[in-house]
């Protein structure tokens, strides 16, 4: 008999559905609500009881899989797997709190929202990572207050894009604590911090529209603040020989969403320009292009392809399901816990390290079929 959640918190949460769900479930097995060994009720129970559709569900109980705590039997249906028991010291175990720094603790009603996806994930890899108590502290301020008043097992960090004085006041300090870098400012693994390299992935999906899918006349859509992915788009161009067109970019003083890439592809078309792919900055702006392509009559992918960049919650439900440049988020928040459990075991500073950005293949793009 499979187990009925009691009653579900999707009409009082701003999370994206798909989530609300996942963290419904991820607290009713880590509270012990659904024990271990326990049939989990089925999709459609799902699906009636949290009132979402069979997507969202799937997606759910897919992100809890990820974790290692569901297995599907056959036949029988999906069970809360029975978990390893830790069976380190209790002195190799990091527990006590940590605080985070830098990311918002607000959420929004948007599934393609940059600022919610980068809080969201960064707090959610480091909340599934960390043993003990995570606390959110947005700015500096709320840090050095939270940190004076905590005992000293406590005073452990994780600090999304400090600046310099905030890492110099850590080290002074003799403060536990872990950057994590989403700018990747210094181009290599900083000492105590988890960097992001975007380049190689915007190259990656350049390079798949370009060499494996024969397109020439892409199209970039961009607004002003996300130079790299301006810089990642030349660079590609010039590797494979392909002319730079001004008449191409789409450049936006605003970040946007889905709004501003509707507006950037009606501008593409008043200048009668030639394109049979496009980049967008982000999975919000791509979003904004397909809707507006589609609305112009024209197909994607067989028409023009469209490649977004974030891996937004969301982006494999826009039909058709977006190509795009995944940020790992999720993974640098869990690896900065991982850093930050090597630097209270040994009281040294750990040597960094860098994710990289990466291509996640979809059904927005195909090779265009009129290249020579």
């Not at 899918?213 to 590797?239: F, P, Q, V, W």
């Not at 394109?275 to 112009?296: C, H, M, P, R, Y």
């Not at 067989?302 to 490649?307: A, I, K, R, T, Y």
Request: glycine share 6%; charged share 30%; net charge positive.
């Amino acid at each position: 008999m499979s187990h009925t959640l009691k009653e579900p918190i999707i009409k009082l949460s701003t999370d994206p559905k798909y989530r609300q769900v996942y963290d419904h479930l991820m607290k009713a097995i880590k509270t012990g609500e659904l024990r271990e060994g326990e049939r989990l009720c089925t999709e459609a129970e799902l699906k009636e009881q949290f009132n979402v559709s069979s997507i969202t569900v799937v997606r759910a109980i897919k992100e809890v899989e990820k974790h290692g705590l569901l297995e599907r039997r056959r036949g029988k249906g999906t069970f809360i797997k029975k978990r390893e028991r830790n069976r380190c010291k209790n002195s190799e175990k990091v527990s006590g709190t940590v605080y985070l720094c830098g990311v918002s603790p607000t959420l929004i009603d948007s599934e393609l929202s940059v600022n919610w996806f980068i809080s969201h994930e960064i707090h959610r890899g480091v909340s599934d990572a960390f043993v003990g108590k995570v606390k959110i502290v947005p700015r500096a301020n709320d840090l050095l207050v939270a940190l004076k008043s905590s005992l000293p097992e406590d005073r452990n960090v994780i600090y999304v894009n400090p600046n310099d004085e905030m890492l110099h006041y850590l080290r002074h300090e003799n403060i536990n604590y872990v950057a994590i870098d989403q700018h990747c400012r210094y181009r290599k693994a900083e000492p105590d911090t988890i960097g992001l390299e975007r380049m190689n992935g915007i190259m990656e999906g350049l390079g798949y529209l370009i060499n494996s899918l024969k397109h020439r006349d892409i199209a970039l859509i961009s607004n002003e603040g996300n130079r790299e992915r301006y810089m990642g788009y030349c660079l590609a161009l010039n590797t494979f020989g392909i002319p730079f067109k001004e008449e191409l970019v789409i450049r936006i003083d605003y970040k946007g969403g889905v709004d501003a890439g509707r507006n950037a592809v009606e501008e593409l078309l008043r200048r009668n320009v030639a394109f049979s792919a496009i980049f967008a900055d982000t999975d919000g702006k791509a979003a904004g292009v397909i809707e507006s392509l589609q609305a112009n009559g024209i197909k994607v992918p067989e028409d023009v392809s469209v490649l977004g960049f974030d891996d937004l919650p969301g982006a494999d439900n826009i039909r058709p399901p977006l190509t795009t440049i995944r940020v790992p988020l999720y993974e640098m928040g869990v690896e900065a816990v991982k850093l930050l459990k090597e630097r209270i075991k040994t009281k040294t500073s750990i040597a960094g390290k860098i994710l990289p950005a990466t291509l996640i293949k979809r059904k927005s793009c195909m090779k265009f079929e009129n290249s020579q």
